[in-house]
């Protein structure tokens, strides 16, 4: 085993694609955290940690299903329900164990799972693990979609998309995704990660395409980025969240959210509902990247930059990293189209004058580097 581990990691010190998990000290201009609305530094969110930690202890002790299962949970559905106006939610300890417990839950062999091509790991993760037939679909591709669901022999299908996708931040189609599911018999997933607290003032792509009451459309989210907590959830029917409580092994077989990151989350979408300003202020800060950097303008947050091999994309970051800049640099697995990027965020609680001068930095440092295609 040592020599294996050994010879692996000379493979991607080779291919550029070594990763680190190390704390980043120093002053630095933070343009890769998904703290979309700057709220994880909230006073506010703060309190309602510390708030729900002196009430309810550090941790939620035992799984939902046990006796893991607090005020603070309910109060935290009640909330992502006002927010994205679902009609039901269920709390999952991580974004992750979210996407893992609807499609377990609702894969087996008579469900088709059609994944968008994009999708997150942990989509793909939970399909495997579904035991479900998968097929991935190309990405936003509606008639390639609607084909596979017409020559579908399961009884049941399931469609999973991202609203705004983590990597390229783009938008998809969900109104023509549900229309097709509608049309079809089939159950439309869309993650939100990356749509609540940005998408919709706030409330998500799902709500501004007038489906938040859509029995056929469940969405998943994370309460990490935009919330600014830790933590995750299934939003749908209450036959759904029924559902999930008794067959959702992620659900069932995990502890409970921690109380603390539960509270922050409730105050968070309190906060979004409250200043919409807030989420303004993300397409404000996209626009001024964008434009300065000469891409299109991404649909939400997320800003994604070509920058060519993997190991030219970490020079750049690393350079960036030294002259106080931190940005996301993404490279193969993690980049569906296999191009290297730097992935900057639009966080609301960017100054212009903080965005002007890191998105200078890198027009200088891309114009000294050549770009290899
Ligand atoms: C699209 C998408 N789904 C799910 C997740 C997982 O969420 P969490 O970090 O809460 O596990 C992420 C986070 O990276 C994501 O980008």
Same mark, same amino acid.
């Given at each position: 085993?040592?020599?294996?581990?050994?010879?692996?990691?000379?493979?991607?010190?080779?291919?550029?694609?070594?990763?680190?998990?190390?704390?980043?000290?120093?002053?630095?201009?933070?343009?890769?955290?998904?703290?979309?609305?700057?709220?994880?530094?909230?006073?506010?969110?703060?309190?309602?940690?510390?708030?729900?930690?002196?009430?309810?202890?550090?941790?939620?002790?035992?799984?939902?299903?046990?006796?893991?299962?607090?005020?603070?949970?309910?109060?935290?559905?009640?909330?992502?329900?006002?927010?994205?106006?679902?009609?039901?939610?269920?709390?999952? #300890?991580?974004?992750?164990?979210?996407?893992?417990?609807?499609?377990?839950? +609702?894969?087996?062999?008579?469900?088709?799972?059609?994944?968008?091509?994009?999708?997150?790991?942990?989509?793909?993760?939970?399909?495997?693990? *579904?035991?479900?037939?998968?097929?991935?679909?190309?990405?936003?591709?509606?008639?390639?979609?609607?084909?596979? +669901?017409?020559?579908?022999?399961?009884?049941?299908?399931?469609?999973?998309?991202?609203?705004?996708? #983590?990597?390229?931040?783009?938008?998809?189609?969900?109104?023509?995704?549900?229309?097709?599911?509608?049309?079809?018999?089939?159950?439309?997933?869309?993650?939100?990660?990356?749509?609540?607290?940005?998408?919709?003032?706030?409330?998500?792509?799902?709500?501004?395409?007038?489906?938040?009451?859509?029995?056929?459309?469940?969405?998943?989210?994370?309460?990490?980025?935009?919330?600014?907590?830790?933590?995750?959830?299934?939003?749908?029917?209450?036959?759904?969240?029924?559902?999930?409580?008794?067959?959702?092994?992620?659900?069932?077989?995990?502890?409970? +959210?921690?109380?603390?990151?539960?509270?922050?989350?409730?105050?968070?979408?309190?906060?979004?509902?409250?200043?919409?300003?807030?989420?303004?202020?993300?397409?404000?800060?996209?626009?001024?990247?964008?434009?300065?950097?000469?891409?299109?303008?991404?649909?939400?947050?997320?800003? #994604?930059?070509?920058?060519? *091999?993997?190991?030219?994309?970490?020079?750049?970051?690393?350079?960036?990293?030294?002259?106080?800049?931190?940005?996301?640099?993404?490279?193969?697995?993690?980049?569906?189209?296999?191009? *290297?990027?730097?992935?900057?965020?639009?966080?609301?609680? +960017?100054?212009?004058?903080?965005?002007?001068?890191?998105?200078?930095?890198?027009?200088?440092?891309?114009?000294?580097?050549?770009?290899?295609?």
């Amino acid at each position: 085993m040592q020599d294996w581990l050994a010879a692996q990691a000379r493979v991607r010190a080779r291919r550029g694609i070594i990763r680190h998990a190390v704390p980043r000290t120093g002053a630095v201009l933070d343009l890769a955290s998904n703290d979309y609305l700057g709220l994880a530094a909230d006073p506010r969110l703060q309190a309602a940690a510390v708030a729900a930690v002196e009430r309810y202890g550090t941790g939620a002790r035992a799984s939902r299903v046990v006796t893991g299962t607090h005020a603070v949970h309910a109060e935290l559905e009640a909330e992502l329900c006002a927010l994205t106006g679902r009609p039901a939610a269920l709390a999952f #300890s991580s974004g992750y164990a979210a996407n893992l417990g609807i499609l377990t839950a +609702l894969g087996g062999p008579g469900t088709l799972i059609l994944n968008d091509e994009h999708v997150h790991a942990s989509l793909i993760d939970a399909a495997r693990l *579904s035991r479900s037939p998968v097929e991935d679909f190309p990405h936003g591709d509606m008639d390639a979609l609607k084909q596979r +669901l017409a020559a579908r022999s399961q009884p049941r299908a399931v469609v999973v998309i991202e609203s705004i996708y #983590s990597v390229l931040g783009d938008a998809a189609d969900v109104s023509a995704a549900a229309r097709l599911c509608a049309e079809h018999d089939a159950l439309l997933v869309v993650d939100e990660a990356h749509g609540i607290g940005v998408a919709g003032r706030g409330r998500g792509a799902v709500y501004a395409a007038g489906l938040a009451g859509a029995e056929h459309v469940a969405v998943t989210a994370t309460l990490s980025k935009a919330l600014g907590s830790q933590g995750g959830a299934v939003l749908g029917s209450p036959a759904l969240r029924e559902h999930l409580v008794n067959t959702a092994r992620s659900f069932i077989f995990d502890t409970g +959210l921690a109380p603390a990151a539960a509270a922050a989350a409730a105050q968070a979408c309190r906060i979004i509902a409250d200043e919409p300003e807030r989420v303004a202020a993300v397409g404000h800060n996209a626009a001024l990247i964008a434009a300065a950097l000469g891409v299109d303008q991404a649909a939400g947050a997320v800003q #994604s930059v070509p920058a060519g *091999s993997p190991r030219h994309a970490a020079e750049l970051a690393a350079r960036l990293e030294d002259a106080g800049v931190l940005v996301g640099c993404f490279r193969p697995p993690s980049v569906p189209d296999g191009i *290297s990027r730097l992935r900057l965020t639009a966080r609301a609680d +960017l100054a212009p004058e903080q965005l002007r001068n890191a998105t200078g930095l890198i027009n200088t440092l891309l114009s000294r580097m050549e770009v290899p295609a």
